[in-house]
């Protein structure tokens, strides 16, 4: 899996030739981000297990059999969001040099879209979604362009997406598309 990075001023280049994002918010909790490596896999598998877990509690399967399934769904995710998006910056979030999470964001000539972005239960509800949100919508304003994001229904994280703006424009079943459009610049 070879992660290719966006352009842009505001980034550092990776040893692997990536491009890796300076973001001020997220750097004052403690956040760090470097590309994703197939030495990722497991625990992206077992982040997104973990926002799957609530959803599937009810289920009346094994532990197993959940296990197996959601497995099954992340590489499912994963393989789709690599052919769909093959020129996204994959990154892991880490603190304290530990992984604690995903942004997957596509930098498209016309707006930016969040194709996941996901924290270990842990790592929620401090403050580190909302700092990293705010710095990617201020790279997508210092380029003048929308962020986009596809958002469960259900999702807790909705109020925090409505909260810092974002609008539904499309549903599309279980979720909605939202987006975000930077305030216009002011006129002299």
Do not use: C
């Amino acid at each position: 899996m070879t992660p290719v990075g966006a352009k842009s001023d505001t980034h550092d280049h990776g040893a692997t030739g990536s491009v890796i994002p300076r973001y001020q918010r997220a750097a004052a909790l403690g956040l760090t981000f470097r590309a994703i490596s197939p030495e990722d896999t497991g625990f992206l598998s077992r982040l997104y297990a973990s926002t799957r877990e609530e959803e599937l509690a009810p289920a009346p399967w094994s532990d197993d059999e959940k296990a197996a399934f959601l497995e099954m769904q992340f590489q499912a995710q994963h393989s789709h969001y690599l052919k769909h998006y093959p020129d996204a910056m994959w990154l892991i979030i880490e603190r304290a040099g530990q992984p604690v999470g995903r942004l997957y964001l596509e930098h498209w000539p016309r707006e930016h879209r969040i194709i996941d972005i996901a924290l270990m239960p842990d790592a929620r509800g401090q403050g580190m979604g909302a700092a990293l949100l705010a710095d990617v919508m201020d790279e997508a304003a210092a380029s003048s362009k929308a962020l986009s994001i596809h958002v469960e229904k259900t999702n807790p994280a909705m109020r925090l997406y409505k909260r810092l703006g974002f609008e539904t424009v499309e549903d599309k079943g279980v979720y909605d598309l939202l987006i975000w459009r930077p305030p216009a610049p002011d006129k002299p």
